[in-house]
């Protein structure tokens, strides 16, 4: 009789792990569902748009700098078509952009700016405007190319949704992708090489719910009364039970995946590795309640996932595991690009802000002296320009209308014809003189560097050009 009574209590003790006992994984399951939750959130991650407001920044003030550039430049004819190889790479990048902003400044059309912007007038400031402008532009130029491009949210949007369905990211997919073709291949086995575990958060989820009674196993998972459940017989049954099952897991208010939260997710995972197999049982390689010694597979030994063919090498081969450490890794660098990227902004619309300024002024023909960087910056004066290495350069008489220079030729249209108005002055304003018998400064040295409205208060000055 003794005997009987063991052979029913060793038969029912079997009985009850093939159908798997209530909230046998719930622990288990609850991890997946928790990561779960994180990937089904993922169209909440955002990205910067730095790109495309530091790209509007240098529109703005690339239309700055046409309208305040040198009469040399600003009536080059733009319209002419590019010569291959007889360009600058400079002009052969901006010509269209130049072509576009000079067309609506003359038509006074705002293109693609907020306002209307106009050409400066002809007056001694705006050659200086210029040059603080153009030194502006060049390093909100830089800066642009400095801005980080990657990870981007789609990217990691993707791969999220990888995590769940398997390597392309797609809803569930046929063949071995999301679901593998057999449960033995689902679930591990007894961690025979070429078993498939982990190839899909969804197919886990499935291998440790799965039974082949009908509703044990979802109740091993997620507790008395669950239904829904059966036996892992391929991709052909697991898509209608990943769907059953989701409506099981708890609902967490998840705002946006974090780098943060797929870490306590990871590690959480993790712990749970063999928590309820024993020694004997392969216990570092299960996930779930093994048992029978059939290996993981569904029926007579459901609940488990083996991931021995995953976990036998220097780095875990989970497939879904590491997308997820990718995703995470990803967010990481995700944030810090928006720090990188907005700490440029900031600064391309500082100067944004400062040659706006600059500009306003040219409009009502201010005054302005210049820092290295082309801001302004209260310095005493300008230097100077040396007519000798300025004007002389200048080959063609559309070029030598600035500067102080005169083209002394009424014939010709090109040639050494270009020279300094006043040479004496020049020179001198440019050396600093002074009165070698007196020590006392002279009249060019009282006049150096000051433009027009500044020079008229002096006596001894008298304002000789047209800029």
Request: aromatic letters at 4%; one cysteine or more; proline letters at 3%.
């Amino acid at each position: 009789m003794r005997q009987v009574v063991l052979q029913v209590l060793f038969l029912l003790l079997v009985w009850r792990k093939t159908e798997g006992t209530e909230n046998e994984v719930a622990l288990e399951f609850n991890a997946l569902c928790r990561i779960l939750n994180i990937a089904q959130v993922s169209d909440q991650i955002t990205d910067d748009d730095t790109a495309t407001a530091v790209s509007a920044n240098v529109d703005l003030m690339l239309t700055l700098n046409m309208s305040v550039s040198p009469d040399s430049f600003y009536d080059l004819n733009f319209q002419r078509a590019i010569v291959e190889g007889k360009e600058s790479e400079e002009y052969t990048t901006y010509h269209d952009k130049w072509k576009s902003i000079k067309e609506n400044i003359i038509k006074g059309a705002k293109g693609d700016l907020s306002e209307v912007i106009k050409r400066a007038p002809k007056n001694p400031f705006r050659h200086l405007a210029s040059q603080a402008i153009n030194a502006s532009l060049q390093t909100a130029q830089q800066l642009q190319k400095s801005i980080k491009t990657s990870p981007t949210a789609t990217e990691i949007q993707a791969e999220l949704k990888g995590v769940i369905f398997g390597k392309d990211g797609s809803d569930p997919a046929t063949g071995a992708i999301t679901f593998s073709d057999t449960n033995t291949n689902a679930y591990g086995g007894t961690g025979t090489p070429g078993t498939t575990p982990g190839i899909s958060l969804a197919s886990d989820m499935v291998c440790l719910c799965g039974s082949n009674s009908g509703t044990d196993g979802t109740e091993a998972c997620a507790g008395h009364g669950a239904s829904g459940g059966s036996q892992h017989a391929g991709s052909s049954t697991a898509t209608s039970v990943f769907t059953t099952l989701m409506a099981h897991c708890p609902k967490t208010v998840q705002k946006r995946p974090t780098a943060a939260a797929i870490s306590s997710a990871i590690a959480n995972f993790m712990t749970l590795m063999g928590k309820s197999t024993s020694d004997s049982n392969m216990k570092n390689f299960v996930y779930g309640k093994f048992a029978n010694n059939g290996g993981c597979n569904g029926a007579n030994s459901p609940t488990c996932i083996n991931y021995k063919t995953r976990l036998t090498t220097a780095k875990h081969t989970i497939p879904w595991l590491l997308k997820l450490e990718s995703c995470r890794d990803k967010l990481s660098h995700l944030e810090g690009k928006k720090t990188t990227n907005g700490l440029i902004l900031t600064e391309v619309r500082a100067l944004t802000a400062a040659t706006r300024a600059i500009y306003i002024k040219a409009l009502a023909g201010g005054t302005l002296t210049l820092s290295p960087q082309g801001a302004e910056h209260p310095a005493k004066t300008t230097t100077a320009v040396n007519p000798n290495t300025d004007c002389t350069k200048k080959q063609k008489k559309v070029e030598c209308k600035e500067d102080g220079c005169k083209w002394n030729s009424d014939k010709e249209e090109t040639g050494e014809h270009c020279k300094a108005k006043d040479v004496e002055r020049q020179t001198n304003a440019a050396a600093g003189t002074r009165n070698g018998s007196t020590g006392t400064e002279t009249t060019t040295e009282k006049c150096k560097g000051k433009l027009e409205p500044e020079c008229t208060k002096a006596p001894e000055c008298q304002w000789e050009g047209k800029e």
